[in-house]
């Protein structure tokens, strides 16, 4: 909770900050808003793109103060938008939705309403939109720990933030740094936050200044300098303040709560978090308490202030909104805080109660995110389906059209018959050609969307398998010994105990992995393939810096030889090389497990070759071991999910290019050929 709590701090000020780049930014936000709202007034009859920008900027100035306003003034904005055609607005309008579905932390809306805007404004050509939308998606998906996806996207933004905007700038590489700093990159965290310092010296934006501080306050909460932590924390909130930016204080204040706790100043974090409540109550930011009062329950619990806490979260869980998306998340952790502080009055039955309802509301969290995953791939198969049927309806319609050309072209052929005798033959002899060729390429396009619709199946088909065997294996196990444990606690010695949480451990961490890869898996179409020239060393170096536990854990050694550039999709490779490491080290009996990659160029292809000392694949199974779930040893001898290679067949399928394998009982060698792309068609 306090994690999610940061991160909405960072995603909400970046938000903040490149909106109120539009002109009057310098003007307190209630100014500003009667200024617009004057405005609104003498141009209500002309419902133009002028507007539907006014309406924009109204639902903008609204998601601090009234967020049914907002709502309201950006689907105005929508509906009018449509009608006339106007793609920029369509597409500011949706980003406003998600902003204020991200306010009321409906994260799954807040992406699904930048989706929608995203074509739009590249159909636009509107860099402004798209910048924005690119952060807002990304700063969604390093709330998710994607965090190779949410690099691209910023990047993304960043290639869209024109020469002169300085306040794009300032935000999109200070969230590359917070990203890397949640990652633990702390020095390339700095070196990004260092790129802002003349930027920010030179702007007279309140905002950004106050949006740039929080950055800083982020960075330094994170490398725990919790004396500077409150020192920006602090210039931001006296910015918000005076701008009579509302949304910003509160969180200033759960921010700074947070970090007077880290230091044991507990009656300052009270008074910081007092305040948020009374602010958030004041202007209406009902969707914030749950946080604050969340903040307020774990400091009453740090003081072993049972009764308060077991008081405050009562009174919490009797004000939420059971039709909010995030109710059960809340649930879940109002009830985890009852439980620990029954059990530090060691009234362990309610204790146990409360426990055993966090636990209930967890496994239905999980329930309902498998349920959902399922129900995607099924409405994925449907559309594609669809998709199928509407192409093979626009090929008959097609077919139909050159018949009737024909049939036209034959009639005024026979009608000069006498003395065009030659030229209707070549004209029957060419139409019956085309005919021809367009009959075979109807054939091809059906061979070809069969094909896919059969590898779509197999995909079902695999998730199916996965859903009703290998998630319930480790489920059993964990079950069978939760009972065991629960049948015999009393004669348990610690010795036994350790060794049944070991396996409840081990099982969740199987679940867990298996969970992960076939999120993973079903992710893959949506991966972009955008190209660049990428630097394939740099790409590797993050590919083991994530695998970095199990290389140490392997004692494992990893080479490069001749390395180099290339055009490529930088989340596809990255994918690439990290899953063909995992496996060569997983799959591994030697004390020192040795993978080297290599690269040449030849035959007008990037040809890499990346070989290992491990078990080696039998040749009956060269083809076998790129399927779903496909896997030659059991769960004991070695982990893994028998995702991994059907992942990289996949990527390497999308870039167009070809994987294949060459093995002896000591190694295994897997060759990838991927084609040389345009460097012209891809930047």
Not at 527 to 555: G, M
Request: glycine content about 4%; hydrophobic content about 40%; aromatic content about 12%.
């Amino acid at each position: 909770m306090e994690h999610s709590i940061r991160n909405k701090c960072f995603i909400f000020g970046f938000i903040l900050c490149v909106f109120c780049c539009l002109p009057g930014n310098l003007f307190p936000q209630t100014a500003k808003l009667d200024r617009l709202r004057i405005e609104f007034q003498n141009i209500k009859g002309a419902k133009d793109s002028i507007w539907v920008d006014l309406c924009n900027s109204l639902s903008w100035e609204y998601h601090t103060i009234n967020l049914d306003s907002a709502v309201y003034f950006a689907k105005e904005a929508q509906k009018q938008a449509e009608n006339i055609g106007y793609k920029v607005g369509m597409a500011r309008a949706y980003n406003l939705l998600g902003l204020v579905a991200s306010l009321r932390n409906d994260e799954d809306s807040q992406e699904r309403w930048n989706n929608m805007g995203l074509p739009l404004a590249e159909m636009s050509e509107d860099s402004f939109v798209k910048a924005v939308i690119y952060n807002d998606l990304a700063n969604i998906y390093a709330s998710r720990n994607e965090n190779a996806k949410a690099l691209n996207f910023y990047h993304n933004a960043l290639r869209y933030t024109t020469k002169n905007d300085d306040v794009g700038t300032i935000i999109t590489v200070g969230n590359i740094a917070l990203l890397h700093s949640s990652m633990g990159n702390f020095d390339l965290a700095k070196s990004y936050l260092d790129q802002n310092i003349q930027k920010i010296a030179n702007t007279k934006d309140p905002y950004v200044k106050c949006v740039a501080y929080l950055s800083k306050a982020d960075y330094y909460y994170a490398i725990q300098a919790l004396d500077s932590t409150i020192l920006y924390c602090q210039k931001a909130f006296d910015i918000a303040k005076k701008t009579e930016n509302f949304l910003i204080e509160v969180q200033c204040l759960n921010f700074l709560a947070k970090a007077s706790k880290d230091q044991g100043h507990y009656e300052h974090s009270y008074e910081y978090l007092e305040q948020a409540i009374k602010l958030s109550d004041q202007k209406g930011y009902k969707y914030l308490n749950s946080d604050i009062t969340y903040s307020l329950g774990k400091l009453y619990l740090a003081e072993k202030d049972f009764d308060n806490v077991i008081r405050l979260m009562n009174s919490a869980i009797e004000k939420l909104d059971p039709s909010s998306s995030n109710h059960l998340n809340y649930l879940k952790d109002y009830y985890g805080l009852l439980a620990i502080a029954y059990a530090g009055m060691e009234h362990y039955n309610d204790a146990y109660f409360f426990q055993t309802k966090e636990e209930e509301i967890k496994d239905s969290l999980y329930t309902l995110a498998q349920g959902q995953k399922v129900t995607e791939l099924e409405i994925q198969y449907e559309l594609e389906k669809k998709e199928i049927e509407n192409s093979l309806l626009r090929s008959r319609q097609i077919h139909d059209s050159m018949r009737v050309k024909y049939h036209r072209t034959l009639n005024w052929a026979m009608f000069i018959f006498l003395s065009l005798t030659f030229v209707i033959v070549c004209l029957v002899w060419v139409s019956l050609k085309q005919k021809q060729r367009f009959a075979e390429q109807l054939q091809i396009e059906v061979s070809q969307k069969t094909a896919d619709l059969q590898l779509k199946n197999e995909e079902l088909e695999g998730f199916a398998h996965i859903v009703s065997h290998d998630l319930k294996e480790p489920l059993r196990n964990i079950i069978s010994f939760v009972n065991l444990i629960e049948r015999r606690f009393e004669d348990l010695n610690k010795e036994e105990l350790a060794t049944y949480f070991s396996f409840i451990k081990k099982s969740s961490n199987q679940l867990y992995n298996l969970v992960e890869d076939v999120l993973q898996f079903s992710k893959l179409g949506k991966v972009t393939t955008a190209f660049s020239l990428i630097d394939t060393a740099k790409i590797i170096k993050e590919a083991e810096k994530v695998l970095q536990p199990k290389i140490e854990e392997k004692n494992a050694n990893i080479t490069t030889q001749g390395i180099q550039p290339i055009h490529c999709s930088e989340a596809m490779l990255f994918l690439i090389f990290k899953n063909l490491l995992d496996n060569g080290i997983t799959y591994n009996r030697s004390e020192t497990p040795q993978v080297n990659i290599s690269y040449e160029l030849k035959n007008s292809q990037h040809c890499f070759m990346l070989s290992d000392n491990g078990i080696g694949i039998p040749a009956e199974f060269k083809e076998k071991v790129f399927k779903m779930f496909f896997r030659l040893h059991n769960r004991n001898e070695f982990e893994g999910t028998g995702l991994g290679l059907a992942i990289v067949k996949k990527l390497v399928d999308q870039l167009k290019g070809e994987i294949y394998l060459e093995s002896e009982k000591s190694g295994t060698t897997f060759f990838i050929k991927l084609p040389i792309q345009d460097e012209a068609t891809t930047i």
